[in-house]
């Protein structure tokens, strides 16, 4: 009984990455579609670059999400052992190789199209160049998402530190290690959430982040054109 439970558990697991993957992918195919139409559609682009950009920016952002996706599984899956009914170790394992996977394919996938995607921009010197406003909806889209994702985490987080002080009053379901074990995760998701945001702000310039302080990259220092 204990190994149908257990390969129900990673069928399941197996689903839920191959429904987040085609998400992702729709997302990507989206995000691609919006930086090469509707991102300056009307400006001249006399170097040609804009669709490369395009491609390159475009990837990175699928890649990430997938990498951050296989990063969430993991901690999930190991913090789960945590529970009171943890699946059994052979699960967990299955699991958190699934999510290794898609860190290690989505977090290559995503350095190689972004170093090359400011590569590229870096080689315009114009700051209003097509291939640098490319990179810049790129920023602002992962920033965006980043900010959705922490506002929502925030708040199931500070809800289940209630739940984890006053689990009566708050009608916590489980053991207070269960909901434990959800406060790991939800900051677990706040902290990577947020160390993307920051990242991918370090490369705007000064005058378009969020938080005008903390470090540039090399991409992030042109002056931006009003």
Known sequence: MSSISSGILGSSAVFIVIVFLLLISSAGSIMTYVIIVIANRADPDPSGKRPMAAYLFGGSFLSLWIAYMGSIIV?????SLMSSNAP???????????????VLVGGVAHVIHRQRGLALSDSETDPSSPTKRVMRSYVAAVSFISVLIVLISAMVL?????????????????????????????????????????????????????????????????????
């Open 75 to 79: 901690v999930e899956a190991l913090v």
């Open 88 to 102: 059994s170790t052979n699960t967990v394992a299955r699991i958190v190789v699934v999510g290794f996977l898609m």
């Open 158 to 226: 500070g809800y289940l530190i209630f739940q984890l002080v006053a689990p009566g009053v708050f009608g916590a379901t489980g053991s207070r290690v269960d909901t434990l074990s959800s406060v790991i995760d939800s900051v677990y998701i706040v902290g990577a959430t947020a160390f993307v945001f920051f990242a991918h702000q370090a490369l705007a310039p000064a005058a378009l982040r969020l938080l005008s302080r903390g470090s540039s990259m090399p991409s992030a220092t042109a002056n931006v054109e009003d």
